[in-house]
């Protein structure tokens, strides 16, 4: 219900029937002043967000716990008890998303803290060092990161340096001989033999070389960006799921 001043005039704005009481009896819309003051959407917009009452509750159990059940009520026209579904949705994942990219943010020199090579030591060398060595190896590590205290373990250090170098790998900018798309045409107009599939990759290789320099960490950090975002549409499928199955 609006809080703004009911209108003298008994005819509905909207439809123009006349009004018996607050609401018109045809197309439901209140029959209130259209002026509204700023001070008023501001209010109304805060009201909205901090107003919770026993409707959100009650829907959000249901949601979790009878999947479908508020589409089926809201089909059958029993809307007063609970509420729409739609800005439900809209809000939880606006409040969500807001939170969230808040305060998570992904730092690539903080995540990933070594990749094939470790203080320019290859993997291979650290699986063959003696104890003495490797000891004096993992101290000199620890003592610029107190974070690598598991690395005594050198069996539990080497299976961390594998999955790490696997990540690295998995967000390699693969290297190309062509340093620009024009240079790759014309390559291809003179006889270099690329299906559509190939000339789609080798153009991606260019753009993220161009764009990234052969910067790794700058790769994998745009990549994560990207899944962060793309995980609002899952969050929108998976909420429709919850909706209607």
């Known amino acids: 219900m609006s809080h703004l001043k009911e209108r003298k005039e008994k005819n509905c704005l909207n439809c123009n029937a006349q009004v018996q009481g607050k609401y018109c009896h045809i197309c439901g819309q209140e029959n209130i002043e259209p002026k509204e003051s700023a001070w008023h959407l501001v209010s109304h917009f805060f009201q909205d967000i901090t107003h919770f009452d026993g409707k959100f509750f009650s829907s959000l159990k249901l949601l979790i716990f009878k999947p479908g059940f508020l589409s089926r009520e809201y089909m059958m026209g029993r809307r007063a008890s609970y509420l729409n579904p739609i800005r439900f949705?809209?809000?939880?994942s606006a409040l969500f998303f807001l939170i969230f990219f808040s305060l998570y943010h992904f730092d690539p020199a903080e995540n990933l803290k070594t990749t094939g090579d470790v203080n320019k030591?290859?993997?291979?060398?650290?699986?063959?060092?003696?104890?003495?060595?490797?000891?004096?190896?993992v101290d000199k590590i620890i003592a610029s990161d107190s974070s690598f205290q598991f690395a005594y373990d050198r069996q539990q250090y080497l299976k961390y340096l594998d999955s790490i170098a696997l990540a690295a790998a998995t967000f390699r900018i693969t290297p190309s001989k062509f340093k620009s798309k024009k240079e790759y045409d014309s390559a291809l107009a003179?006889?270099?033999?690329?299906?559509?599939?190939?000339?789609?990759?080798?153009?991606?290789?260019?753009?993220?070389?161009?764009?990234?320099?052969?910067?790794?960490?700058?790769?994998?950090?745009a990549f994560i960006n990207i899944l962060l975002h793309l995980f609002r549409k899952y969050f929108l499928l998976h909420y429709h799921f919850l909706l209607y199955c």
């Open 89 to 92: 949705y809209v809000f939880t």
């Open 121 to 137: 030591v290859p993997i291979s060398e650290i699986r063959t060092m003696d104890s003495v060595r490797y000891r004096a190896f």
């Open 190 to 221: 003179h006889g270099k033999d690329h299906n559509w599939i190939e000339r789609a990759m080798v153009y991606k290789q260019i753009d993220n070389n161009e764009k990234y320099k052969g910067d790794k960490k700058a790769v994998m950090t």
